[in-house]
């Protein structure tokens, strides 16, 4: 590659200009600097990266969601089992958005506009949404207004309320953009996006499909809209292919670290609850029953077997109404490992070419039926709930039309509850963020006064654990509400997060809603 050398020739001699100015005019592209690379150079690593914080954000909230039980009651996820949200426990989805993601899409903006590759900026706007929205979502609050200003090391924090409106604008000029035509010569998309392979039309439709999700957020707020939700949703992931499923590599492909299942890198020494077995099971209060009931299919795929010799059997999972303060070893028998091994068979989640399903068609189906429910429409749900249900089955490979047609699944639509939507919606949205979002929205297993109430509760069987860390939540009806504030916040920022809110000094501060989880 050539430097780009700029010659002032004027009549009767040679402009001289300063060595300043001469350099500042000058790239090699051979020296690492923020503008040689192009976007479709930059896009592969910011889909990574961000896959990497959120993924871990899901693996943050499914242990909060009582998906997953720390065996390690020494470390940071144990810390989460018993609901001691510690600055250090919820770090990485943070430091993974700023540090390795977040920061390099200003850049290939910058790089997308030169070039007018409108659809590299199209997908830029998309996941810059997607990543502060998410962090809105488990923080309540981070920067985002001087996240990026050059030299301030302390950005000022904004509230999710503020990081939402932003969020839904870009989305929106990501849709306009993705809409374009490219400038000639503009790389095209399928050279970078590892995601959809340049597919234009499927990128759209995510865009949709996380304002969809966003907007489904807002239950709670005077800013609900189910009609702009179903029509968002009408422009969302409908199929599998459509949906956003981010594929690992497994050994055989590749011997690096870097490109193996998240889930699996993050699931050595946790377990699976016994709450989420009785939810893949029918075993809750208000499961569907009947003379034909059918094992769901994905069963086999999400518990894992216990291999002794020529046998397996299935894992128990953890109990955390009778689990001690003490936790338990990982190397406890009856509880199988996730990580596929001699010893397991694991789960669909955690082999090492697993894929990460980050937006899927399941996840709108759910949120149609929601939707519906509440719209006093039971038919409707009631279709879009088996929809939503056969959808996780396509994804996860297996046929689900015994299932759909047996006991196991409400067949009437006067019988159908928001538990029965939402149960299932936990299941297909295994270790992903969302989970924690909806439990969240739907007040766990509460009553309107906070307390455990089986009968009126969404998650039947959600339980606050006997050891729950009652410095943070001393009182029955307080529950886990956001992540902490990380540690880089706290230790190097602290003057700015504290007058974005003065509660983060208060010991209960992990129980506060954020914005849209207010009553």
């Given at each position: 590659?050539?430097?780009?050398?700029?010659?002032?020739?004027?009549?009767?001699?040679?402009?001289?200009?300063?060595?300043?100015?001469?350099?500042?005019?000058?790239?090699?592209?051979?020296?690492?600097?923020?503008?040689?690379?192009?976007?479709?150079?930059?896009?592969?690593?910011?889909?990574?990266?961000?896959?990497?914080?959120?993924?871990?954000?899901?693996?943050?909230?499914?242990?909060?969601?009582?998906?997953?039980?720390?065996?390690?009651?020494?470390?940071?996820?144990?810390?989460?089992?018993?609901?001691?949200?510690?600055?250090a426990s919820i770090n990485w989805p943070y430091q993974s958005w700023y540090v390795y993601c977040a920061v390099n899409i200003p850049d290939m903006l910058k790089a997308a506009e030169k070039v007018g590759a409108n659809h590299y900026y199209g997908v830029g706007k998309v996941m810059w949404a997607w990543g502060f929205a998410n962090l809105a979502d488990m923080y309540g609050m981070v920067?985002?207004?001087?996240?990026?200003?050059?030299?301030?090391?302390?950005?000022?924090?904004?509230?999710?309320?503020?990081?939402?409106?932003?969020?839904?604008?870009?989305?929106?000029?990501?849709?306009?953009?993705?809409?374009?035509?490219?400038?000639?010569?503009?790389?095209?998309?399928?050279?970078?996006?590892?995601?959809?392979?340049?597919?234009?039309?499927?990128?759209?439709?995510?865009?949709?499909?996380?304002?969809?999700?966003?907007?489904?957020?807002?239950?709670?707020?005077?800013?609900?809209?189910?009609?702009?939700?179903?029509?968002?949703?009408?422009?969302?992931?409908?199929?599998?292919?459509?949906?956003?499923?981010?594929?690992?590599?497994?050994?055989?492909?590749?011997?690096?670290?870097?490109?193996?299942?998240?889930?699996?890198?993050?699931?050595?020494?946790?377990?699976?609850?016994?709450?989420?077995?009785?939810?893949?099971?029918?075993?809750?209060?208000?499961?569907?029953?009947?003379?034909?009931?059918?094992?769901?299919?994905?069963?086999?795929?999400?518990?894992?077997?216990?291999?002794?010799?020529?046998?397996?059997?299935?894992?128990?999972?953890?109990?955390?109404?009778?689990?001690?303060?003490?936790?338990?070893?990982?190397?406890?028998?009856?509880?199988?490992?996730?990580?596929?091994?001699?010893?397991?068979?694991?789960?669909?989640?955690?082999?090492?070419?697993?894929?990460?399903?980050?937006?899927?068609?399941?996840?709108?189906?759910?949120?149609?039926?929601?939707?519906?429910?509440?719209?006093?429409?039971?038919?409707?749900?009631?279709?879009?709930?088996?929809?939503?249900?056969?959808?996780?089955?396509?994804?996860?490979?297996?046929?689900?039309?015994?299932?759909?047609?047996?006991?196991?699944?409400?067949?009437?639509?006067?019988?159908?509850?928001?538990?029965?939507?939402?149960?299932?919606?936990?299941?297909?949205?295994?270790?992903?963020?969302?989970?924690?979002?909806?439990?969240?929205?739907?007040?766990?297993?509460?009553?309107?006064?906070?307390?455990?109430?089986?009968?009126?509760?969404?998650?039947?069987?959600?339980?606050?654990?006997?050891?729950?860390?009652?410095?943070?939540?001393?009182?029955?009806?307080?529950?886990?509400?956001?992540?902490?504030?990380?540690?880089?916040?706290?230790?190097?920022?602290?003057?700015?997060?504290?007058?974005?809110?003065?509660?983060?000094?208060?010991?209960t501060y992990t129980a506060k809603p954020v914005f849209w989880d207010k009553k």
């Amino acid at each position: 590659m050539k430097s780009k050398i700029l010659l002032y020739i004027m009549v009767g001699g040679v402009l001289l200009t300063s060595c300043k100015d001469w350099m500042d005019i000058n790239d090699n592209p051979n020296n690492p600097n923020t503008s040689v690379p192009t976007a479709d150079l930059r896009l592969p690593s910011i889909l990574a990266q961000f896959v990497d914080g959120y993924e871990s954000a899901g693996t943050r909230g499914a242990i909060l969601s009582q998906q997953l039980v720390s065996a390690n009651n020494s470390a940071n996820n144990w810390n989460l089992t018993q609901w001691n949200i510690t600055s250090a426990s919820i770090n990485w989805p943070y430091q993974s958005w700023y540090v390795y993601c977040a920061v390099n899409i200003p850049d290939m903006l910058k790089a997308a506009e030169k070039v007018g590759a409108n659809h590299y900026y199209g997908v830029g706007k998309v996941m810059w949404a997607w990543g502060f929205a998410n962090l809105a979502d488990m923080y309540g609050m981070v920067p985002y207004d001087e996240a990026f200003v050059g030299g301030n090391m302390t950005p000022k924090y904004d509230q999710g309320e503020y990081i939402y409106e932003k969020a839904l604008q870009e989305l929106n000029l990501g849709i306009e953009y993705l809409q374009k035509n490219q400038d000639p010569g503009a790389p095209e998309l399928s050279k970078g996006d590892y995601l959809y392979s340049g597919d234009v039309q499927k990128w759209i439709k995510l865009a949709y499909g996380l304002k969809a999700r966003m907007l489904n957020h807002l239950s709670k707020t005077n800013k609900y809209d189910p009609v702009e939700i179903l029509a968002n949703i009408d422009k969302a992931p409908k199929t599998v292919a459509e949906s956003a499923i981010y594929q690992y590599q497994d050994d055989a492909v590749s011997t690096n670290v870097a490109t193996i299942s998240l889930q699996y890198s993050n699931n050595n020494t946790n377990r699976l609850s016994q709450l989420y077995l009785n939810y893949i099971l029918n075993n809750y209060t208000g499961a569907p029953k009947g003379s034909n009931n059918v094992e769901d299919p994905r069963a086999p795929l999400l518990i894992p077997n216990i291999i002794t010799g020529d046998s397996q059997s299935r894992t128990e999972g953890v109990n955390l109404a009778t689990l001690s303060a003490n936790g338990f070893p990982s190397s406890e028998p009856k509880y199988g490992a996730l990580r596929p091994s001699s010893t397991s068979t694991g789960t669909w989640y955690t082999f090492k070419g697993a894929k990460g399903p980050l937006l899927t068609n399941s996840e709108m189906f759910f949120v149609k039926a929601e939707v519906y429910y509440k719209q006093g429409n039971k038919v409707q749900a009631l279709q879009a709930y088996k929809d939503g249900i056969k959808a996780n089955c396509d994804l996860l490979g297996v046929n689900s039309s015994a299932f759909l047609a047996s006991s196991s699944v409400v067949q009437d639509a006067n019988v159908l509850t928001l538990s029965h939507i939402m149960i299932q919606k936990y299941i297909a949205l295994s270790y992903s963020p969302e989970m924690f979002n909806d439990v969240r929205r739907m007040d766990y297993c509460t009553d309107a006064s906070g307390a455990y109430n089986e009968a009126q509760g969404i998650y039947k069987g959600f339980i606050r654990p006997n050891f729950a860390y009652s410095i943070a939540f001393p009182t029955q009806d307080l529950w886990p509400r956001r992540f902490n504030v990380p540690t880089y916040g706290i230790q190097y920022n602290y003057a700015q997060v504290i007058a974005a809110d003065p509660d983060v000094s208060a010991v209960t501060y992990t129980a506060k809603p954020v914005f849209w989880d207010k009553k």
